[in-house]
Every structure is written in C-alpha cells, then in structure tokens.
C-alpha cells in the first residue's frame, strides 16, 4: 500500500513543458485492494535497497532563513512591472480581511507595537475581525505590505530613499514562504483562510487561493506559461480541468475568470509547470528536506538547490522563457512546434501588456548559457545565486517538522501494524526520520487505470515521449516531464509522511477528500493509489497512525 494522497508533499517544481493533448475520454473503474509493490519490504519496517540521496552542498542556515522568507533574486519587478499586482491590491481596495480570506498570512512579529495593540483591542470585541475597523481598511493593506509583514510578499526598497512605500514605486515580488509558510493563528484565524500570528516556515499553506490572488493584478495576462493554453500546434487541444484553453488572445477578463473558477484552479494548489497544461497541483511542505529524495512529485530533480532554482528561474519570473535558454528549454521539452509557440505567444502578451526587458527580471548569479538549458543545473540556461540557494538548503534541512496529531496510543499502535502488514512499508518507511525510499513508483502501479495516449513521439534520451492519460488529472502533472528527465521511469516519487492532520485533501490533484477516503476501496481498482483497507476499525487506526507520524 502506498500513501499517494502525500504525492505533491514535494518540494514543488515546475518541469513540465507544453501541453500536447489528445481528445478526452473517461476512465472505468472497479472495486479491488490488490496491487503489488514494487520493492520488497526490508528490516525495520522499511522498503529494503533504498539507496542513498546524493551529497547535498549546506550553506549558513541562518542566512537561509532570510533567502526563503525574503528573497527574490530580482522578481518584485516580474510581479510589480508584469503582473502588477500591488496596483490591483491597490485599486481593488482589497483590505486585510479579504486577503486573509485568499489565505495570505500577516506575521504578527513584523508590525508595530501601537498596530498591534490596535488590532488586538479590536479582535477582543469581535474575535472574527468581521466589525473591526482596522482589518476592513484597505489603507492597512498597503501598510501591511510596507511592513513586510503579509507572508511570502517582500516588499524592497526599489527607488533607493530607504524607506519601504510601494506608494511611492517601491516594488513588491515573491518568495517561497507564499506557498510553504503560515502562522500560528494566535492572534486571528479565518476560517478555510489565512491567519495573523507568529510565523511558522515549512508548513504547506493549504488555503492559499493561488489562482484568485494572481487575479487581483491588472495585467494577470503576464502569467501567460503556466495558464492552461490551446496551442495551434495541438490543433487547439487542451489538457486541464476547464474545457477550453486560453490563447495569447484571451483577454484579461477570460484570464480573470480562469484563475478564479475554482474548478479549474482549486483552492491550496499552484500550477508549477510553465507548459500551456492547466495542471495546478497541491502545496507541500518544505521542512526537513534532508530526508526527502528526489524533488518534484514526478521525481525529475535530484538536488535542492537545482529545484530551488527552478523555482526561481521559470515559476517566479516566467519571462525567462523568452530568452534563447528559456526557448532551447521548451523547444528540447515539449518539441520544436509547440514550444516555440509557447514563446513567441508569450512574447507577444508581453508586448501587447506594455511589459517591456531586457527579460528575465531575475538576476542571474553567473551569465546565462542556453547550450545548458534542459540540464538540472541550468534548465534555462541561468541560474541564480549559488551561495544563496546552498544557504537555503542548510534552512530548509534544518527545519524542524511539526509534530502529529496525539492520538489514542491503542489505535495509533493497531495501525501501525496494520501499516506494516498491508504491505504499506514496500513503499514507505514506519519511521519519517529516515529519508524516504529513493526509486520511482512506475505510473502503472500507482494508477493502474493509466492507459495513455502518445503526444509526442519524438524526444531525445532520456526523455520519455509525452503521454497522457485522457481524462484524469492524475498524470497531468507528469504528461512532458517526469523522472525520465533524470533516465529513470515515467512515474512519482514518494513523499514523506509528515504534517498529515493539517492536509484537507488527498493525491498531489486534491481528488480525494479525506484519508479515509484514500484506503476506501469504493474509489475502484483502477484509480490512483488503490491500496485499501476493507475494514473499517482497521482503516481508522491506520489514519489515526498516519496522522499522528513525526520525525521523533
């Protein structure tokens, strides 16, 4: 039995190139709990010839600390010139409650003494927020901001005076706590949103409402690659969950209304692949990475920082991809017709969107060289500073996991022999405080109804060529890239058990509800993860287990 409700508990990554579909058809499905795994279980409780990570280089943790809470390598231009987000929070008149409701966080520790003592005067009158005066200004938004204080939002002293006022053209970008950081509620928690409290690093931000957000900027249009596209080159096929793809013609409102149908771009999720797929996946945690192996649910990174990077370089400032490495990157991905077209489309957005270079906005820690790009090191052909992605490997190895759930001792115990004698330990360890099993899961043995269809046949080894499971959004994710960009198998790496009691949904494309749900042999043989547990008793213990799991 694998627990592939944690798959996309992942660094994320965003490897996945060109959406080449075929026409949509739906998958059978039947009862039936059995499914060999992979690897034979070894002493311990554990898959056996797990093999080892590679050697990982650590910088200053401390350091670290700052490079995920604040870093950006340059992309408050992406997200402030393209994007242009704080003119639409502005113009919106979004106010501090609204975007708690998107489930962005305000660290609590970041703002003044008498703004603190304001806020709390207020929250004990009406703990919900909903009457006070302050959350409900949208003046306190961009206070807020200029305090850098809304998580994973650094705003910079762009025009030089010393003073943060994105009033006044400072400027605003992103970091990697937007996604993998919340706080601890102490002093609001909205419901199913965000939160004000102290800040906790590491956390998937299970409630960020990704796609909305994206939205409030004027000119969303900018996020062009990693919208769900109908590219002529496909014939205007399309591969996500809305029915018609975007084109470099849809306008801001279609845009709009793409990233805020929560059918296309559900809540706790992020599109992390810049291929014209509409493949948002769920946010993961980031603590403890030492004991992850490899990065991104499809398993194609094999180091931190090389993902990191990636983040950095495609995700967080796409217009990368305009640049002869970001072109050779689509191009040697997703063929030479549709990659191209990625390119030059976006180009043109740019171009029509009044957003002009030299592009990328990212500042490049060593000259770009696009005979790199598609390598792990340089899948753009640039890569940001070394130094400060080292540091950030030392942070996020460093960084503690939270620990589960106190639950009966009984029935934490029941199920984890029942986790062990299912067969549960041919994929996963009994103990998180080991690295995960190294191998790739085959997609056929993790969702035994894959039958796909080939996009794409002509690709270089060791790519794969581009398959596709039609209509299902479980390899979506894995449809151009997957471990094969490393030469291994088209199929998904394996997470760690961690932070399980804080997860609402299950699978990396949230189609399962709950855990229990996860082992309920109603969801078919055919479906993704099929291992199940008939009885009942013994299926709640194994998610009391499940729920209670550290690294302790």
Same mark, same amino acid.
């Given at each position: 039995?694998?627990?592939?409700?944690?798959?996309?508990?992942?660094?994320?990554?965003?490897?996945?190139?060109?959406?080449?579909?075929?026409?949509?058809?739906?998958?059978?499905?039947?009862?039936?709990?059995?499914?060999?795994?992979?690897?034979?279980?070894?002493?311990?409780?554990?898959?056996?010839?797990?093999?080892?990570?590679?050697?990982?280089?650590?910088?200053?943790?401390?350091?670290?600390?700052?490079?995920?809470?604040?870093?950006?390598?340059?992309?408050?231009?992406?997200?402030?010139?393209?994007?242009?987000?704080?003119?639409?929070?502005?113009?919106?008149?979004?106010?501090?409650?609204?975007?708690?409701?998107?489930?962005?966080?305000?660290?609590?520790?970041?703002?003044?003494?008498?703004?603190?003592?304001?806020?709390?005067?207020?929250?004990?009158?009406?703990?919900?927020?909903?009457?006070?005066?302050?959350?409900?200004?949208?003046?306190?938004?961009?206070?807020?901001?200029?305090?850098?204080?809304?998580?994973?939002?650094?705003?910079?002293?762009?025009?030089?005076?010393?003073?943060?006022?994105?009033?006044?053209?400072?400027?605003?970008?992103?970091?990697?706590?937007?996604?993998?950081?919340?706080?601890?509620?102490?002093?609001?928690?909205?419901?199913?949103?965000?939160?004000?409290?102290?800040?906790?690093?590491?956390?998937?931000?299970?409630?960020?409402?990704?796609?909305?957000?994206?939205?409030?900027?004027?000119?969303?249009?900018?996020?062009?690659?990693?919208?769900?596209?109908?590219?002529?080159?496909?014939?205007?096929?399309?591969?996500?969950?809305?029915?018609?793809?975007?084109?470099?013609?849809?306008?801001?409102?279609?845009?709009?209304?793409?990233?805020?149908?929560?059918?296309?771009?559900?809540?706790?999720?992020?599109?992390?692949?810049?291929?014209?797929?509409?493949?948002?996946?769920?946010?993961?945690?980031?603590?403890?990475?030492?004991?992850?192996?490899?990065?991104?649910?499809?398993?194609?990174?094999?180091?931190?920082?090389?993902?990191?990077?990636?983040?950095?370089?495609?995700?967080?400032?796409?217009?990368?991809?305009?640049?002869?490495?970001?072109?050779?990157?689509?191009?040697?991905?997703?063929?030479?017709?549709?990659?191209?077209?990625?390119?030059?489309?976006?180009? &043109?957005?740019?171009?029509?969107?009044?957003?002009?270079?030299?592009?990328?906005?990212?500042?490049?820690?060593?000259?770009?060289?696009?005979?790199?790009?598609?390598?792990?090191?340089?899948? &753009?052909?640039?890569?940001?500073?070394?130094?400060?992605?080292?540091?950030?490997?030392?942070?996020?190895?460093?960084?503690?996991?939270?620990?589960?759930?106190?639950?009966?001792?009984?029935?934490?115990?029941?199920?984890?022999?029942?986790?062990?004698?299912?067969?549960?330990?041919?994929?996963?360890?009994?103990?998180?405080?080991?690295?995960?099993?190294?191998?790739?899961?085959?997609?056929?043995?993790?969702?035994?109804?894959?039958?796909?269809?080939?996009?794409?046949?002509?690709?270089?080894?060791?790519?794969?060529?581009?398959?596709?499971?039609?209509?299902?959004?479980?390899?979506?994710?894995?449809?151009?890239?997957?471990?094969?960009?490393?030469?291994?198998?088209?199929?998904?790496?394996?997470?760690?058990?961690?932070?399980?009691?804080?997860?609402?949904?299950?699978?990396?494309?949230?189609?399962?509800?709950?855990?229990?749900?996860?082992?309920?042999?109603?969801?078919?043989?055919?479906?993704?993860?099929?291992?199940?547990?008939?009885?009942?008793?013994?299926?709640?213990?194994?998610?009391?287990?499940?729920?209670?799991?550290?690294?302790?």
């Amino acid at each position: 039995m694998r627990m592939h409700s944690l798959w996309k508990q992942r660094a994320i990554v965003c490897l996945a190139l060109v959406g080449l579909v075929g026409g949509l058809a739906s998958c059978s499905s039947s009862d039936d709990a059995a499914a060999p795994g992979p690897v034979s279980g070894g002493p311990g409780g554990g898959p056996a010839n797990q093999g080892s990570p590679p050697a990982h280089t650590l910088g200053n943790a401390t350091n670290g600390r700052t490079v995920f809470r604040s870093e950006t390598f340059g992309n408050e231009r992406f997200w402030t010139d393209a994007i242009r987000l704080p003119a639409g929070v502005v113009a919106a008149k979004v106010t501090p409650l609204q975007a708690l409701g998107l489930g962005l966080h305000v660290d609590i520790e970041a703002l003044d003494a008498a703004t603190v003592a304001a806020v709390a005067a207020e929250l004990l009158l009406d703990p919900t927020g909903k009457t006070s005066k302050i959350l409900n200004d949208p003046a306190t938004t961009v206070a807020l901001i200029n305090a850098n204080a809304v998580i994973g939002l650094p705003a910079k002293d762009t025009n030089g005076d010393g003073v943060i006022d994105i009033s006044k053209g400072d400027k605003v970008g992103a970091s990697c706590a937007l996604c993998h950081a919340d706080t601890d509620g102490s002093a609001l928690n909205v419901p199913n949103g965000g939160s004000i409290g102290k800040r906790r690093d590491g956390g998937a931000s299970h409630t960020l409402d990704f796609g909305t957000l994206l939205s409030i900027g004027t000119n969303s249009r900018a996020y062009y690659p990693a919208l769900q596209l109908a590219l002529a080159a496909n014939g205007g096929k399309t591969l996500g969950r809305a029915p018609t793809g975007l084109t470099e013609t849809s306008t801001e409102a279609q845009v709009d209304a793409y990233l805020k149908n929560k059918s296309f771009y559900p809540v706790g999720m992020f599109d992390d692949s810049v291929d014209g797929n509409g493949d948002p996946m769920h946010n993961m945690p980031l603590f403890r990475q030492d004991l992850a192996h490899p990065y991104g649910s499809e398993g194609a990174i094999a180091k931190l920082d090389n993902f990191s990077n990636l983040v950095y370089t495609a995700l967080l400032d796409p217009t990368t991809l305009t640049t002869p490495g970001g072109r050779a990157f689509l191009q040697k991905l997703g063929g030479d017709a549709g990659g191209k077209e990625i390119a030059d489309d976006y180009a &043109l957005v740019l171009a029509a969107t009044g957003v002009t270079g030299p592009f990328p906005f990212i500042q490049a820690g060593a000259p770009g060289n696009p005979a790199l790009a598609g390598t792990e090191e340089f899948p &753009l052909g640039v890569r940001v500073d070394e130094t400060k992605l080292n540091d950030m490997n030392a942070y996020l190895f460093a960084l503690a996991a939270p620990a589960g759930k106190a639950g009966d001792p009984a029935s934490v115990e029941r199920g984890r022999t029942a986790f062990q004698s299912n067969s549960c330990t041919n994929c996963h360890n009994v103990d998180q405080g080991k690295f995960v099993p190294t191998f790739i899961v085959p997609m056929k043995t993790i969702f035994p109804g894959d039958n796909p269809i080939v996009l794409l046949p002509q690709r270089t080894p060791p790519l794969n060529p581009i398959l596709d499971t039609p209509g299902v959004f479980f390899d979506d994710k894995m449809a151009v890239v997957n471990a094969s960009l490393r030469g291994l198998e088209r199929g998904t790496a394996l997470p760690l058990l961690l932070d399980l009691d804080r997860k609402p949904v299950f699978l990396h494309d949230d189609t399962v509800p709950s855990l229990d749900a996860l082992f309920d042999s109603s969801r078919g043989a055919e479906a993704p993860h099929p291992f199940y547990l008939s009885d009942t008793n013994q299926r709640n213990d194994v998610v009391t287990f499940l729920r209670s799991l550290g690294t302790n």
